[in-house]
């Protein structure tokens, strides 16, 4: 008896997983579905410029594109990629569907410009983050030290 | 053992992925191969066999005087960079990097105070239209007060960089007005004894690396 219990428990399981992945595919809304972490912004140098590092990750069927930035702390901000040892900037960076757009100090960046003040360690600075198919992302991003590294290991996780 | 867990992590997360994504199941492939991505990091230093001689740049300083890069820094442990002020990233990172590790040495016991004045940091400038003595000298205030700044003719501090082996182009202007400038990827140490480039660093150096390297260059050691 008890025996039956489970497997049928485990049928009932089974099911319900089939219906509520294929609910989606057949509506085909699969679509991008964002998260933001590990955003951090050295504290720069100047009231000139800074940089700013985070990682979107895409659980969606669907890649999306992060388009633009806009910040309270600067005037600008602007999509950088790091090609060896020139960094130009960028109309748009892509988010892959099932990954990820990593932006990462040596690689691609956000460059902020204009600043109506000049962030310190400890300070927070409010982004809002535009894509072409997914809503705007609200972010807080904390202000680091100067030398701030992320510990090595935020690479290989989610 | 950090390996095997993360595998063990990975065929969930795949499993997992496979489950919801019902009918996308090559996504499940990045997502493995993601956690195997992240490979060990080496020594930050590598110590030259054969070392550079000094680069004969006589420039401009932050106080708009002349600069004569081998007399100034002749018998004294010298870190050269080559980097710009409008660089939002690596050149400001790599520079505090070392400035907050020079910081620590004050609390070094094993270093005189003659040896740890005794440490020249250069910046030189591969923007100079740009990074104006006074340019450079408000950047470096945000930085290392002490720090040299130096600024001159791209031509010149190509040149002087082509000699340690760093390859910079001429900042570039782009449809849109912006300006697109190259830093060098190595820092560079000069040995005391020898006034020879013998130690490199690249990006990836952190604060604890020159932290830890700092006593050795000083006194024309390897670290």
């Known amino acids: 008896m008890t025996r039956r219990t489970v497997s ?25 579905e964002l998260s933001v972490g590990a955003a951090y912004m050295p504290q720069p140098v100047s009231d000139s410029m800074a940089a700013g590092f985070l990682v979107v990750t895409n659980k969606g069927g669907d890649g999306d594109r992060l388009t633009s930035v806009t910040s309270d ?4 901000v602007t999509l950088h990629t790091t090609s060896g040892q020139a960094m130009s900037e960028a109309d748009g960076l892509d988010v892959p569907a099932g990954g990820r757009l990593v932006l990462e100090s040596g690689g ?13 360690e400890g300070d927070r600075v409010s982004l809002e983050l535009h894509f072409t198919k997914s809503g705007p992302i609200d972010v807080e991003m904390p202000v680091k030290s100067a030398t701030y590294r992320p510990a090595a290991s935020t690479k290989s996780h989610h | 053992m950090r390996k095997k867990t993360y595998a063990v ?32 990091s080496d020594r930050a230093a590598t110590v ?14 932050t106080h708009g005087k002349e600069y004569d890069l081998r007399e100034q820094t002749a018998g004294r442990p010298t870190l050269i960079y080559f980097g710009y002020t409008n660089c939002p990233d690596v050149c400001p990172l790599t520079m505090n990097n070392i400035a907050v590790a020079k910081k620590q040495l004050d609390r070094d016991k094993r270093l005189s105070q003659a040896e740890k004045d005794s440490l020249r940091i250069v910046f030189v400038t591969t923007d100079p ?3 104006t003595p006074s340019a450079l000298g ?21 040149a ?13 202007k782009e449809k849109d007005g912006k300006v697109v400038s190259m830093h060098g990827t190595q820092v560079i140490a000069f040995n005391p004894k020898t006034d020879g480039g013998y130690v490199l660093y690249g990006e990836d150096a952190t604060v604890d690396d020159y932290t830890e390297d700092l006593p050795e260059l000083i006194r024309g050691e390897k670290p």
Do not use: Y
Not at chain 2, 17 to 32: E, R
Not at chain 2, 140 to 155: E, R, Y
């Open chain 2, 160 to 172: 002087g960089a082509r000699t340690l082996g760093i390859s910079i182009e001429a900042p570039k």
């Open chain 2, 138 to 158: 408000k950047w470096l205030k945000g930085i290392d007060p002490d720090a040299v700044g130096l600024t001159g003719s791209f031509a010149t501090i190509q």
């Open chain 1, 73 to 76: 702390v600067a005037g600008e």
């Open chain 2, 129 to 131: 239209e740009r990074d």
């Open chain 1, 108 to 120: 691609d960046h956000l460059m902020f410009e204009k600043l109506k003040r000049r962030p310190k």
């Open chain 2, 48 to 61: 030259l066999d054969k070392p550079f001689e000094k680069p004969d740049l006589v420039l401009t300083d």
């Open chain 1, 8 to 32: 049928a428990g485990a049928l009932v399981m089974a099911a319900a997983l089939a219906l509520a992945g294929c609910g989606g595919s057949d509506s085909g809304e699969s679509g991008p």
């Open chain 2, 9 to 40: 992590a990975a065929l969930l997360t795949a499993a997992a992925l496979t489950l919801s994504a019902c009918g996308s199941g090559d996504d499940s492939g990045n997502a493995v191969a993601e956690v195997s991505a992240e490979t060990g």
